[in-house]
T-cell receptor, first 117, second 117 residues
Framework: SAVISQKPSRDICQRGTSLTIQCQVD?????MFWYRQQPGQSLTLIAT?????????ESGFVIDKFPISRPNLTFSTLTVSNMSPEDSSIYLC??????????????FGPGTRLLVL | AQKVTQAQTEISVVEKEDVTLDCVYE???????LFWYKQPPSGELVFLIR??????QNEISGRYSWNFQKSTSSFNFTITASQVVDSAVYFC??????????????FGKGTTLSVSS
């Protein structure tokens, strides 16, 4: 399995500010995914980050609001810009990992709990 | 379009009862992958099982079992002799046609399971 860490684990921020979330994986992966989980809700994909190219954003998410960096095969950052209380969520990164039999499994980081006041 | 439906929002059982969590999916692809994840109160997303569309063999792992039926597009999850530690939100998820780089997941809304002693 892949081991994924995220920083910070939680933060409380003031509206109008920005927060950068880091995601580190213990092995090299091609794709990394960023999801948002609003309070009491399911997970929604924000964007897919491929090393060496620009991230691909899902409908309803834009690069200006959620810029993503992917400088190498083990690391990615997601920035939540110009935050408002509606951005209060858990942000999770995930990676696809292939087992010995070629089966893909997606593993998730522990998440970053963000509260915007 | 891809869609995952978990019709049960909340389920409450008493310890040692068996409980089945329902998942119905929609996809146009003939090759796809189904997952179950557990999210305990601590918030991390724990991978439970992955199923390929071409493998309809049901699986049992300890107290957990999964029933995959393509004819009804269902992938149900049963916990036998439930325990308090099983209390969590359970998510069913779908991905299509892995391209060896990874494919994002489509999640159901989740089922909150509460097991009381």
């Amino acid at each position: 399995s892949a081991v994924i860490s995220q920083k910070p684990s939680r933060d409380i921020c003031q509206r109008g500010t920005s927060l950068t979330i880091q995601c580190q994986v213990d092995s090299q992966v091609t794709m990394m995914f960023w999801y948002r989980q609003q309070p009491g809700q399911s997970l929604t994909l924000i964007a897919t980050a491929n090393q060496g190219s620009e991230a691909t954003y899902e409908s309803g998410f834009v690069i200006d609001k959620f810029p993503i960096s992917r400088p190498n095969l083990t690391f990615s950052t997601l920035t939540v810009s110009n935050m408002s209380p509606e951005d209060s969520s858990i942000y999770l990164c995930s990676v696809a990992h292939w087992g010995a039999r070629g089966q893909e499994t997606q593993y998730f980081g522990p998440g970053t709990r963000l509260l915007v006041l | 379009a891809q869609k995952v439906t978990q019709a049960q929002t909340e389920i409450s059982v008493v310890e040692k009862e068996d409980v089945t969590l329902d998942c119905v999916y929609e996809t146009r692809d003939t090759t796809y992958y189904l997952f179950w994840y557990k999210q305990p109160p601590s918030g991390e997303l724990v991978f439970l099982i992955r199923r390929n569309s071409f493998d309809e063999q049901n699986e049992i792992s300890g107290r957990y079992s999964w029933n995959f039926q393509k004819s009804t597009s269902s992938f149900n999850f049963t916990i036998t002799a439930s325990q308090v530690v099983d209390s969590a939100v359970y998510f069913c998820a779908l991905s299509e046609r892995s391209n060896q780089a990874g494919t994002a997941l489509i999640f159901g809304k989740g089922t909150t399971l509460s097991v009381s002693s």
